[in-house]
């Protein structure tokens, strides 16, 4: 059954890049959305609002970061992955599911944030910062998933 | 279709609001010497000038262009269409009455509307209401019958014109929104007390009252014509009693002082739309926020024509949505 406890951390890898990837991709493209339609009455705002769209996409990136991190501590990527027993498997699992769905819906809800955001830079340009500060508190809580998804991976003890 | 469907359309609508008349650029309009100069300071703003003195098609091309962004940004919104529906409605009056005394309805149709007056034009010509869309075509045949066996126009206004607040209210209702459910029954509650008082005025019937009155949610319709019908004082009080005493001082001092009352609270009801982020009522609150600047030019260029004093203007200018 060895193959299932690697079955079990490779799907953890991939929940945590896809969930977070998934919520990245919708809140970018959000924003993207509303800062397209203000570009549209107002194309010198551009600079302002690309700074906004980047914001939901680091959640992304942060599942990204966790998947390497679980293909490095299984040694997938060196091509002859460690032999995991299931109970193993489903810790590597577990690990990856804080990133997976704080990764998912803090993305969406910084989308939000940053699209309104998009309106305060159209009717007010010189409060951009307070707009990206208030998106910004919502990316605390990805940082904390990640967090904790990389320690537990980290700690993780296979031998 | 959920609100988040209408972020780009919210983002350019924030962004025209910059260029939205303030209260100090309606001021520098009020104070200026005359017509001329208010027309020139107008087109520094942004708006063309007017042809002559003929400033009312420029407004009006003004409120077709601003309809025209709404509709472009939000094309799906059915809602919207319950700060134009008027129109549709006003067009049916002309068309019919052009049909009646054999004249061109053409001149007198109104713009933005739901549907084509061309439409509206030829099935009325030819007699095909079923051609017509769903919430007129009861109100246009009803209308149209009253119209020929009768000959009375003024129950055929009535008809249209009851139809209209129905319809406002109906479209308001389409999509989920609150302010825009709250603004239609703030219209359709004005135009009733408006007609209420004209009743007490004039002593109309209970039937005729209670034909003319929409239903708003803010009182029984029967309680409403019964304090009609009682006289101009018991009406005062069916206002204060049923918490519209605002409305009540306002109808007291004049009817100018009660439209104005009315067209400021329909706008503060808007003014919601400012804090809020997405959803269509950001773009009816810009299309409102556009009518009443074009309203409060309509009032100062009007006036600055006839020569009318600059404290008479501001005691009719609006509140503006910025």
Partial sequence: MSNLGLALAIAGAAIAALLS?????????????????????????????????????TQGLYGFITAIMVMIKIQLLSGSPVALTTPQGLQVF???????????????????????????????????????????MVETYAVLALLISLLIILRLNFD | ????????????????ENSLLRQSDLEQLINAPDYKKAVSLLAEKGYEIPSGSDYSSMLDRQTEEVWALVKKSAPDAEELNAFIVKNDFQNLKAVLKAEAMSYNAEDYLAAPSVIDPKALLEAVGKRDFDSLPEFIRDAAREAYDTLTKTGNGQLCDVIIDTATLGAIIAFADKGS?????????????CADIKTGYRCVKTGKNA???????????????????????????????????????????????????FEKFCDDRMLEIMKKAKMTAFGVSPIAAYFTAKETEIKCLRIILSAKQSAVSNEVIRERMRELYV
């Fill in chain 1, 94 to 136: 577990a690990a990856c599911l804080p990133m997976a769905f704080v990764g998912y819906f803090s993305a969406i809800g910084q989308a939000k944030v940053a699209a309104s955001g998009v309106s305060v830079v159209a009717k007010k340009p010189e409060q951009q910062s307070k707009a990206m500060v208030l998106s910004a």
């Fill in chain 2, 177 to 189: 929104d609150a302010v825009l459910s709250e603004y239609a029954r703030q219209y359709v509650l």
């Fill in chain 1, 21 to 57: 990837g998934m919520g990245s991709a919708k809140g970018v493209g959000m924003v993207g959305e509303a800062a397209a339609g203000l570009i549209s009455e107002d194309p010198s705002k551009f600079t302002k609002v690309l700074i906004l769209q980047i914001l939901p996409g």
């Fill in chain 2, 1 to 16: 279709m959920k609100n988040k469907d209408y972020l780009y359309a919210v983002a350019a609508i924030r962004a025209s």
């Fill in chain 2, 207 to 257: 039937a005729f009252v209670k034909l003319a009155v929409a239903e708003c949610g803010f009182f029984a319709k029967d309680s409403f014509a019964s304090a009609v019908l009682a006289g101009e004082e018991e009406f005062m009080d069916f206002l204060s009693s049923n918490g519209l005493s605002e409305y009540r001082e306002a109808l007291e001092k004049n009817a100018t002082a």
